[in-house]
């Protein structure tokens, strides 16, 4: 009984965190209706989670060496996180997600130039999967090419392939920087985010800020996506340091699920054919990649030793929503 509880609770962390994910793009969209911009509410709730990190785990903070890796993977975590809030904010949200999915396509591709895999035939089929999925769900006769149709569609492309090369450089960082915490590589995501959209919110025309009774309650909004993203970064971490590879990366699908009922329950978006059918091709897509690239027991093993990353990039700290 007790063994199978310890089994149990690592996939409900996976899959708590994937749902929290699912759902935070809501109390976002909360912060823009009350005067915060996309980019303020990115840099906003990045940095009270790069505090929140700092301050529950300040003694981590000494295995952190300066090496050319830490400040590429700040920028496009920065990237991936403001991509994913203002296309979330501004546009369909379930639509934004599928574009951000195509990960399995970018990582396949970033991989073999940065960490010299070798692109396999099944890599190659993947991606080719997941890219006929988005392109499938963007066209229609009225559009014409099967591009995104607005900015928020294209922010969450530009996302999706941050997000991708963001895996790449935390598997590149755990190699080159062994002995640096997990925690401080969650802190540098963050901190990349919080820089990387204050900066972004200069460019942003700033509507009425908030004022009186709603800027309290835009800051503790803003400490409390700060903190649910924090915690439910540590959680997921616990959940990945002991679930295989293979299988976290499909429970993580979990988050689209999510996204898909709150979006139709508090947005009243509803995804039709052919949204529904390129969203299968890229969860497909994802889920085989998962398998594709499985780890061997006696690396799984490894893996769930030091919760370092896995060569697909799935075992890591996600700063973004």
């Given amino acids: 009984m007790n063994l199978s509880l310890r089994n149990t609770w690592p996939t409900l962390a996976i899959m708590m965190?994937?749902?929290?994910?699912?759902?935070?793009w809501y109390p976002l969209r909360?912060?823009?209706?009350?005067?915060?911009?996309?980019?303020?509410?990115?840099?906003?709730t990045s940095g009270a989670g790069c505090l929140f990190v700092l301050l529950v785990r300040h003694n981590a903070v000494k295995t952190v060496r300066w090496h050319w890796l830490l400040?590429?993977?700040?920028?496009?975590?920065g990237i991936t996180n403001l991509g994913f809030v203002w296309g979330a904010i501004h546009g369909q949200v379930m639509r934004v997600l599928l574009l951000f999915y195509l990960t399995p396509a970018w990582t396949a591709l970033f991989a073999h130039f940065i960490l010299h895999?070798?692109?396999?035939?099944?890599?190659a089929g993947l991606a080719a999967l997941s890219l006929a999925g988005a392109m499938?769900?963007?066209?229609?006769?009225q559009l014409g090419l099967p591009v995104p149709g607005s900015l928020a569609e294209w922010a969450g492309l530009?996302?999706?392939?941050?997000f991708a090369m963001s895996n790449v450089l935390i598997l590149k960082t755990s190699r080159e920087l062994p002995h640096m915490k997990a925690e401080m590589r969650t802190a540098i995501i963050f901190g990349g985010a919080a820089i990387f959209g204050g900066c972004a919110s200069l460019f942003e025309a700033m509507p009425t800020p908030p004022t009186g009774a709603h800027l309290g309650t835009a800051a503790l909004l803003v400490l409390a996506i700060g903190f649910v993203l924090a915690t439910n970064n540590m959680l997921v971490q616990y959940g990945l340091a002991r679930v295989p590879a293979n299988r976290a990366s499909i429970i993580m699908l979990f988050e689209i699920v999510v996204t898909a009922l709150t979006a139709w329950l508090f947005a009243g978006e509803v995804p039709g054919p052919r949204e529904w059918a390129g969203g299968a091709c890229i969860v497909l897509a994802s889920a085989l990649s998962s398998w594709v690239h499985r780890a061997k027991p006696n690396e799984e093993a490894s893996a769930r030793n030091d919760g370092n990353a896995d060569d697909n990039g799935k075992n890591r700290p996600r700063a973004m929503v």
Wanted: glycine content about 12%; cysteine-free.
């Fill in 158 to 162: 530009a996302a999706g392939m941050s």
């Fill in 30 to 44: 909360m912060l823009n209706a009350l005067g915060v911009t996309g980019t303020a509410a990115s840099a906003l």
């Fill in 117 to 123: 895999e070798r692109l396999t035939w099944a890599g």
């Fill in 136 to 141: 499938m769900m963007l066209w229609s006769p």
């Fill in 71 to 77: 400040p590429a993977l700040a920028l496009f975590a």
């Fill in 17 to 24: 965190g994937a749902s929290v994910w699912g759902m935070v």
